[in-house]
Structure formats: C-alpha cells, structure tokens
C-alpha cells in the first residue's frame, strides 16, 4: 500500500527550540507539501515542493524553512519554535502533472505538535 | 483567494439519510476535489471533478461542479454511521493544476 509517512503523531517541543518534521513517501511523486491545519482555518499550505532541491513558499511560510535533499524526503523546519507554531502538520505528495494531467494528494497521518 | 469555503460548517442526520455538503470558491480553476478526514487523522483523497466536467459518481458519492456559479456538492447517499468525519473541498489553480487549497470543512455525523 503507498505511504507517505510523518516521523512523529506526536511531539512537544520548547519555546525557542529548532524543529524538525519529517516526511517520506514510497511512491515516487514529485511533488511534495506542509500544511498546518487549525480549528476553523482549515488546511493553509507553508511550502512545497515539484522536484529535489526546489523549494516554493505556500501562504504561510513565515517562521518555516523546508529541505527536500531527496526525492521521496521533505522536511519541515521551525527555525526557532513559538506558541502560535503550535497545530496539526499535514504532509502530503502526488504525481507531478504533465500536460492535461491531475492527481489527488496522498496526506500522511500528521503530526500534532505543542509548543510549550 | 482561491480557497474554497464549504457549507455548513456542520451537518447531523440519522443513518440512512442522504447528506449534501456544498463548496464555494472565487477563481477559475482546472479541478476541485473532495477530501475526507477521520477525527485527528490526515485526509483522505474522495474524488476528483475537472473543470470541464459538470458530475461525477464514485459509489455513493455524487459530485456536481458548476463553475459559473463557482461551486460544488457533494452528496453521499445512503450515510452509515461510519461516514462521521469532515470533509472537504480543495480547488486546484487554472494556471497550476498542482497547486491546491483547501477550505474549513464540514463536519459530518451520521447517528446510528
């Protein structure tokens, strides 16, 4: 079955601290993204990304950085972790689309992180 | 902004009954889909409707896109209790069919 896997469901992390969110997917996409999902907000894209080493800022890339050094790996990074970073991180990846051609995402589980 | 919105924000019915969930977005697009999420989990691609596209059926599911009126439904037919969850819509660019954005949701519960 394809996956696309968050390293953690869950994590906490201190007020100033540097977080890394860890995403892979097995199915060879080129296209990989990170929401944040927020009550009532619903699902706000931060970065993505249609090949390695490319890197595209989302809504709400403020306070994000993204690393993706490998195909199937696409990292989140809070620089310096605050309060309001704390949500529900969503990776998510499809094919890239050629001509005429769309996909659905495939979303990993999330992880849910609490900045204290 | 090219998010879409859904509407109702939520929506109770007893099992058996059909639900409409219906979504609302302001640019053109190349697709819209729709999206299921389990409570605390990630989301679930359901179907996708191109813009040239007015139905389409999966099942249970019934998707209409009217793209001079800038909406969608989705009807699940026949709920069952395990169909509690929130849905979706994301709208996908004209000009990037990658690039997609997704509204608030609406959460559905369907009482056995």
């Known amino acids: 079955d394809v996956k696309v896997t968050q390293s953690s469901r869950y994590l906490v992390k201190r007020t100033g601290e540097k977080v890394f969110l860890e995403c892979v997917q097995d199915?060879?996409?080129?296209?990989m993204f990170w929401y944040r999902q927020d009550p009532g907000l619903g699902l706000r894209l931060i970065y993505f990304s249609y090949d390695v080493k490319m890197k595209e800022k989302g809504d709400i890339p403020e306070g994000y950085s993204v690393s993706r050094e490998k195909k199937e790996r696409f990292s989140l990074i809070l620089e310096s972790a605050s309060t309001n970073q704390t949500s529900m991180y969503l990776c998510a990846s499809s094919l890239g689309g050629g001509t005429g051609k769309v996909y659905g995402y495939t979303f990993g589980s999330g992880t849910r992180l609490t900045v204290v | 902004s090219q998010q879409g919105e859904e509407d109702p924000q939520a929506l109770s019915i007893q099992e058996g009954e059909n639900a409409t969930m219906n979504c609302s977005y302001k640019t053109s697009i190349n697709n819209l889909q729709w999206y299921r999420q389990n409570s605390g989990r990630g989301l679930v691609h359901l179907i996708l409707i191109r813009s040239n596209e007015r139905e389409k059926h999966s099942g249970r599911l019934r998707v209409t896109l009217d793209t001079s009126k800038k909406s969608s439904s989705l009807l699940i037919t026949a709920s069952r209790a395990a169909d509690t969850a929130s849905y979706f819509c994301a709208t996908a660019s004209k000009y990037n069919n990658n690039d997609m954005r997704f509204g608030a949701g609406t959460r559905l519960t369907v009482k056995p």
């Open positions: 199915m060879d996409h080129e296209n």
